[in-house]
């Protein structure tokens, strides 16, 4: 068995919070190349979050692996102060190690697999947004036959998928076996800022198909401290979605949390690696596509998913989208509502305006 573990934190960012200084690339990269329980790596960046693409055959949720990725993070903090990089270390909300890095403030998707004779994965990274903002495309990749054609015509898909739904507020999960169950799980999931699709199983076999981080970093600090900026891996091809039908659901830039401040909506825009800088009201939200063929855990790529023309028209859409929901400026829906404002600095404005209401 393989394990692909995907750890992800913003430990600082250069200028702001648009983009990653090559020193934290370079200072996690030494760390990783001497450690003997990793099979490979591949240490990237989207915006100003660093990427850790992990492979090796400990399972998830290993302490050596997640206390390895905390001391990359740590190391890389150390660094970002050194260049007074910008809210450097901001994503670590503990000062020691606890045996399991998902709740200490990074972002974790990890999934153990049997490789197959071809194994085509994709990770998926997102900047400025919150992981609800995999629930459209990852609803569409593996439920909607529109997106999707193996599920109408591919026999090994046609019974449909496992859909297990995490309940971020109250952690509770629940499963939905789709198609079947559709309409109930979309009563969820229409709520991103809540409810998050977690994984995806094949209905035939129980294979996994997808998983995501589903870490929110205000809920855990219990304050403003910067978006999640989730990320996911996704198994492709032979009795998964194909590689364009996992892309195809990001031809449609939907409205996603967390621009400016984390307390806007703007378009989820798919760019090639190069472009995911966000500049523009610290946005908009981003998402990068880096594909891998596994080589017995060695990641051969990457290849840059969305570098290519046929996604020229989503980010002239996006940046339309993105125009006309900036001429909200302060006002609902371009500003979030007033529930998932509570984590922003918004209540301390709020507050001080209380003893000026006389009663109507
Ligand atoms: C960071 C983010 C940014 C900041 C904004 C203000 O995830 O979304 O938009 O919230 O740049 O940052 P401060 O309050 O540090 O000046
Ligand atoms: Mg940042
Ligand atoms: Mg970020």
Redesign the pocket.
């Known amino acids: 068995m393989i394990t692909l573990s995907v750890i992800k934190a913003d430990v600082g960012g250069y200028v702001?919070?648009s983009h990653m200084h090559p020193a934290l690339i370079e200072t996690a990269k030494s760390i990783l190349s001497s450690n003997n329980i990793l099979i490979d790596s591949h240490i990237t960046s989207c915006g100003d979050d660093l990427e850790l693409i992990l492979t090796h055959k400990k399972g998830v949720d290993n302490q050596d692996i997640h206390k390895l990725a905390w001391n990359v993070f740590e190391k890389c903090t150390a660094k970002a102060k050194e260049l007074k990089l910008y809210?450097a270390g901001q994503d670590l909300l503990k000062d020691t190690f606890s045996g399991n890095i998902k709740g200490m403030g990074p972002g974790v998707a990890e999934i153990e697999f049997e490789e197959r004779p071809s194994e085509p994965i994709l990770i998926f990274m997102a900047d400025?947004t919150e992981p609800g903002a995999w629930n459209l495309p990852v609803f569409k990749m593996f439920a909607d036959p529109f997106t999707t054609a193996g599920l109408v015509i591919d026999p090994k898909i046609h019974d449909g998928f496992i859909f297990e739904i995490h309940d971020v507020i109250e952690n509770k999960k629940v499963d939905f076996a789709l198609p079947k169950e559709m309409y109930d799980m979309l009563a969820l999931i229409g709520q991103p800022s809540r409810y998050v699709i977690k994984s995806v199983r094949r209905s035939s076999d129980n294979e996994i198909g997808a998983v995501t981080s589903t870490q929110r970093l205000n809920l855990m600090a219990g304050r403003y401290v910067?978006?999640d900026d989730p990320v996911m891996i996704v198994r492709t091809q032979s009795g998964f979605p194909a590689v364009g039908e996992a892309l195809e659901p990001f031809t449609f830039p939907h409205l996603v949390a967390?621009w400016?401040?984390?307390s806007h909506h703007g378009p989820f825009m798919p760019c090639a690696q190069k472009q995911a800088n966000p500049t523009r009201f610290?946005g908009p939200p981003r998402v990068i596509c880096l594909g891998f063929q596994l080589n017995n855990g060695k990641l051969l790529g990457p290849v840059d998913m969305f570098d290519d023309v046929s996604f020229d028209h989503v980010r002239h859409q996006a940046n339309k989208v993105a125009d006309y929901m900036r001429r909200h400026g302060p006002f609902e829906p371009g500003r979030l509502d007033a529930n998932n404002m509570e984590y922003t600095t918004l209540p301390d404005v709020l507050k001080k305006l209380e003893n000026r209401f006389k009663p109507l």
């Open positions: 702001g919070h809210g400025k910067g978006k967390g400016m401040r984390g610290d």
